[in-house]
């Protein structure tokens, strides 16, 4: 075994400090099993440290210029795409996303969410009037205050960036707790912000567990807002335990999104959404795990869809090439085989995968690429967010059908689209019930916001809305 990597240190006020008194936690490579570094869980001492420090910092960096700030954020970029291979490696190591796919993807969506904040900071309006010309109230754009950032592990970057880069450029302090079972690119990405050079306390953080740091920041008195990315389970109780403290919530939560496949579809359709549900190992919120497909081409998609599914690699994420890697933990896999066996017992018909490690393999969290047909929207498959390479096809007569059982869902993230019958899509586009629509295979514009309703949390992250969210707004009257 290679020697484990001590990151036992949490930054707090400028500096790499010892953890007050902490557990150690071992993080795990999925693709060996193997440890490869030891964390500190920190507790509330090391919590009410980097509270305070944050709190310290708060008045000077608030009343820092705005283009000083965003010259702070152009500085980070330059050094985060300096540190990209460090950064793809702690990935890879912490949650599996395969080397190729580490870089290409998700240390490149950190990259672009800097970059497009940048860009959108340059449009935001902090003072917008309001009202005639002779008594006008200025509505006023002003920073929080303290801000804790609670992430996941499934797209570590995409999401701490999400949170970091709006929150410094709105004026705010704040804590980020990555999630403990991939914390090692969010220590470097603290490395990154350390070598910006930011004032001390401006950003802090601290690893630890939901129970442990989760909590005493979701309940910190001088915490003023709590962003948090993560299971909509997590999302509830930090939601009941911020609410003694009135403070301001953002949550960005599960999905279940639904993938509209009408008979007019582009050739494409059936593959694009396979490979779609299949990316990242099926650990994306926004995955669309349920691929509702008309009646007359139902056949033809379940024999495509099997197809991409026996053609999608599984492989270690140390080994080069475009294959899927390992998903993220052995409990993860547990859940995923489960719900795979609900699957098969409730009646949906197995068409590709299934249960157990693919041939070949003996060790590592793999799991075969897995299709379903025959799927009744009411069964567990297509109604709990399974978060692994898992795909419900479920057919469906006309459009109204196709809305009914697509809105069938407390979810409400990210629905898709494939239809060549533009008035379809602007009535669908419409009845649709999610954060996000998205038709023929067109992602978002850079820029855009991410961001749900329902159980998938209401944030909006991403472009001058996720600027706003860290963000109080005061009606100034009189002012002119
Ligand atoms: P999780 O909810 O278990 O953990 C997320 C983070 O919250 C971790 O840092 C964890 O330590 C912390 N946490 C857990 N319980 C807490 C509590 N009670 N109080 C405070 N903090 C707590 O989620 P996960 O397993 O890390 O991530 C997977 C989930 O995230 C999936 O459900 C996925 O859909 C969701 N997700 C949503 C989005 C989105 O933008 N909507 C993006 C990515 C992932």
Same mark, same amino acid.
């Given at each position: 075994m290679a020697e484990l990597l001590d990151k036992r240190q949490f930054y707090i006020d400028g500096k790499w400090v010892a953890p007050a008194a902490a557990d150690d936690l071992k993080v795990i490579d999925p693709s060996t099993e193997e440890p490869v570094a030891v964390i500190s869980l920190g507790g509330q001492a090391d919590t009410d440290a980097a509270v305070a420090a944050a709190k310290r910092a708060f008045p000077?960096?608030?009343?820092?210029?705005?283009?000083?700030? @965003?010259?702070?954020?152009?500085? /980070? $970029?330059?050094?985060?795409?300096?540190?990209?291979?460090?950064?793809?490696?702690?990935i890879t190591h912490e949650m599996g996303a395969p080397a190729d796919m580490s870089i290409r993807d998700q240390v490149e969506s950190?990259?672009?969410?800097?970059?497009?904040?940048?860009?959108?900071?340059?449009e935001f309006e902090f003072v917008r009037r309001h009202g005639p010309a002779d008594a006008q109230t200025v509505i006023s754009w002003e920073p929080i205050g303290v801000v804790a950032l609670i992430t996941p592990w499934?797209?570590?970057?995409?999401?701490?960036?999400?949170?970091?880069?709006?929150?410094? @450029?709105?004026?705010?302090?704040? /804590? $980020?707790?990555?999630?403990?079972?991939a914390p090692l690119s969010s220590m470097v990405f603290a490395e990154v912000l350390d070598e910006a050079g930011l004032p001390p306390g401006v950003f802090n953080l601290v690893n630890g567990d939901g129970q442990g740091v989760g909590t005493q920041l979701t309940v910190h008195p001088d915490v003023?807002?709590?962003?948090?990315?993560g299971s909509t389970r997590a999302g509830i109780q930090i939601s009941r335990a911020a609410a003694d403290g009135l403070k301001k919530v953002a949550l960005e939560l599960g999905g279940k999104g639904a993938n509209l496949i009408f008979a007019d579809a582009d050739e494409k359709a059936v593959?694009?959404?396979?490979r779609h549900c299949f990316y990242n190992s099926g650990q994306s919120c926004n995955a669309p795990t349920r691929m509702l497909v008309q009646r007359d081409i139902y056949d033809k998609a379940v024999d495509t869809a099997k197809e991409v599914a026996e053609k999608t690699a599984v492989a270690s994420a140390h080994e080069a090439g475009r294959h899927i890697g390992p998903v993220v933990s052995k409990q993860q896999w547990e859940k995923i085989q489960d719900l795979i066996q609900k699957g098969i017992d409730e009646g949906a018909r197995l068409v590709a995968g299934g249960t157990g490690l693919p041939e070949g393999v003996n060790r590592g969290y793999f799991v075969r690429?897995?299709?379903?047909?025959?799927?009744?929207?009411?069964?567990?498959?297509?109604?709990e967010e399974i978060f692994g390479p898992v795909l419900s096809i479920i057919p469906f007569e006309d459009e109204e059908d196709a809305v009914r059982i697509a809105n069938d869902t407390r979810y409400g993230l990210t629905n898709y689209v494939q239809t060549q019958d533009g008035e379809r899509r602007n009535r669908l586009a419409r009845q649709l019930r999610s954060g996000m629509v998205?038709?023929?295979?067109?992602?978002?514009?850079?820029?855009?916001?991410?961001?749900?309703?329902?159980?998938?949390?209401?944030?909006?992250?991403?472009?001058?809305?996720?600027?706003?969210?860290?963000?109080?707004?005061?009606?100034?009257?009189?002012w002119h």
């Open positions: 000077g960096w608030s009343h820092t210029p705005p283009e000083q700030r @965003l010259e702070y954020v152009r500085k /980070i $970029l330059d050094i985060y795409k300096r540190r990209a291979e460090d950064i793809a490696w702690a950190g990259s672009s969410h800097i970059q497009n904040f940048i860009d959108a900071f340059g499934n797209w570590p970057m995409n999401q701490v960036t999400l949170k970091v880069i709006p929150a410094l @450029l709105a004026g705010d302090t704040m /804590i $980020l707790k990555p999630s403990e079972i003023e807002m709590i962003s948090f990315t593959v694009r959404g396979a690429p897995t299709v379903f047909a025959d799927v009744s929207n009411d069964m567990t498959i297509a109604q998205e038709m023929n295979g067109q992602s978002r514009a850079p820029g855009s916001f991410f961001g749900g309703i329902g159980r998938s949390g209401r944030a909006r992250e991403g472009g001058i809305w996720g600027i706003e969210e860290f963000m109080d707004s005061k009606a100034i009257s009189g």
